[in-house]
């Protein structure tokens, strides 16, 4: 039986594909995905415990300009945590560090660099390697990106460590998500993790769905959207649809010397919460 927790633990959430249009532009034209990642914003804002930082996975725009990175800066502007900024298939490099220009884990000598960067939080290590190919909705991992996530992983063996990026390596079974997911990469990227096995999370994106796997030795976890969300079919050739089911982002929490556990929280203020003292003791 596990211990009852008496300290509170470090926190971090994980934020993805918030999709952020132009002001007066919606999302295939139906989704009003500047709202969506406000409340999402309040959300965390309501934590009881509050995050280290607030990672986001990826497809920042929906089409990256910067009118929309512009309009991002300034809806994950109330965050009081540092915020670190992946791209996904839909952003573009040069654009994001341009409007973000004062965030200095994204800055390279040349803007169109791949993204990678590391975070340092207590007892925890974030290692963001990017997969995005330009121009294209489908993501790799060449010898270069490989080569600099191996290298990173090597230097700090002893620290546990989460692995972010936004194309997940593991088919879903929803075929049109999988058809534009990492296509070159996967199998070295496997080798890299098994011969590390202080990476205790590998964190995407790209799927507008919550799913985990057992890969590589660890655990693997995809964040929902904070907007829409791809609709759930995992009959032959579907996953090319999206839904409105409930949006939300995933909590990253843990203890030094403790495991690492997400949370699915969802966006929209729900009701509670109630004591379950008092009530029947069959209740829960």
Request: glycine share 8%; with cysteine; proline share 8%.
């Amino acid at each position: 039986m596990p211990p009852t927790k008496t300290t509170q633990p470090f926190v971090f959430v994980q934020l993805s594909d918030t999709h952020i249009t132009p002001p007066g532009e919606l999302a295939y034209g139906r989704v009003d995905t500047a709202a969506y990642l406000a409340r999402a914003v309040d959300a965390v804002r309501r934590m009881t415990v509050a995050p280290l930082a607030a990672l986001v996975t990826g497809d920042l725009a929906n089409h990256g300009n910067p009118v929309a990175y512009q309009r991002l800066r300034e809806l994950l502007a109330p965050l009081t945590c540092p915020v670190y900024l992946l791209p996904g298939n839909h952003d573009d490099r040069a654009a994001l560090r341009g409007v973000f220009h004062d965030h200095a884990y994204l800055q390279a000598a040349d803007p169109a660099d791949f993204v990678d960067f590391e975070v340092e939080l207590p007892g925890l290590r974030i290692v963001a390697t990017d997969t995005v190919v330009a121009g294209a909705a489908h993501g790799a991992l060449c010898a270069d990106r490989l080569g600099r996530l191996e290298r990173r992983l090597a230097a700090r063996r002893e620290v546990p460590t989460l692995v972010a990026m936004h194309h997940p390596p593991v088919a879903s079974f929803l075929d049109y998500m999988d058809n534009i997911g990492l296509r070159e990469g996967s199998e070295a990227l496997e080798a890299i993790v098994r011969r590390h096995p202080q990476v205790v999370r590998i964190a995407c994106g790209h799927l507008h769905r919550c799913v985990q796997a057992h890969w590589a030795g660890t655990v693997l976890q995809t964040a929902p959207s904070t907007a829409h969300q791809v609709w759930m079919d995992l009959s032959p050739g579907r996953g090319d649809g999206f839904g409105m089911d409930p949006p939300g982002f995933l909590v990253h929490a843990w203890l030094p010397g403790q495991a690492l556990v997400t949370h699915l929280s969802f966006t929209e203020e729900a009701q509670g919460p109630w004591p379950f003292k008092g009530a029947r003791a069959d209740a829960h």
